[in-house]
T-cell receptor, first 112, second 107 residues
């Protein structure tokens, strides 16, 4: 079974703080994704990575950056957290030749 | 932009009822996925379709490529089916998601 883990289930931060969300997968998948999920808007792609040190912007990259130094680990960074970044953040992975995405359990981030 | 539209947004059913959730998409796709999200956030993939029909237990998914439409059916619904069901389409390396259908099955 594919295992995708995220560093925290719940996180509370203050405006202006730097926030790191980490995602780790154990299936040697090339592709990794970061989404945020908000009521009425569904999942929206923030960034994705198709290989180590490679990254592509998704639909809503503003205010976020990412890091992929190792194949199994994909980090999402909020350089200066703002209240409009309060959301559920979901990481997903997909193998190069496979079509199914595998999701982590999600991190519910609250920015005060 | 809404590449993927789902209906209904919310659905309440009595245990045992037959349930249908619909998904329409506006782009040419490689495949369509149905996902299930339980309270607490975890998302699992139920089906991946590129044509025709698939069945898994009480769940049936169909797709009509010409009409750009898919349906997810649940037969003999049960309270444990209560979840958010999300339609997603893959275009190239990206997925586009519907906003989800929140299903509650009452005993």
């Amino acid at each position: 079974d594919v295992k995708v883990t995220q560093s925290s289930r719940y996180l509370v931060k203050r405006t202006g703080e730097k926030v790191f969300l980490e995602c780790v997968q154990d299936m040697d998948h090339e592709n990794m994704f970061w989404y945020r999920q908000d009521p009425g808007l569904g999942l929206r792609l923030i960034y994705f990575s198709y290989d180590v040190k490679m990254k592509e912007k998704g639909d809503i990259p503003e205010g976020y950056s990412v890091s992929r130094e190792k194949k199994e680990r994909f980090s999402l960074i909020l350089e200066s957290a703002s209240t409009n970044q309060t959301s559920m953040y979901l990481c997903a992975t997909r193998g190069r030749s496979r079509d199914t995405q595998y999701f982590g359990p999600g991190t519910r981030l609250t920015v005060l | 932009k809404n590449e993927v539209e789902q209906s209904p947004q919310n659905l309440t059913a009595q245990e045992g009822e037959f349930i249908t959730i619909n998904c329409s998409y506006s782009v040419g796709i490689s495949a369509l996925h149905w996902l299930q999200q339980h309270p607490g956030g975890g998302i699992v993939s139920l089906f991946m379709l590129s044509s025709g029909k698939k069945k898994h237990g009480r769940l049936i998914a169909t797709i009509n490529i010409q009409e750009k439409h898919s349906s997810l059916h649940i037969t003999a619904s049960h309270p444990r089916d209560s979840a958010v069901y999300i339609c997603a389409v893959r275009l190239g390396n990206q997925f586009y998601f519907g906003t989800g259908t929140s299903l509650t099955v009452i005993p």
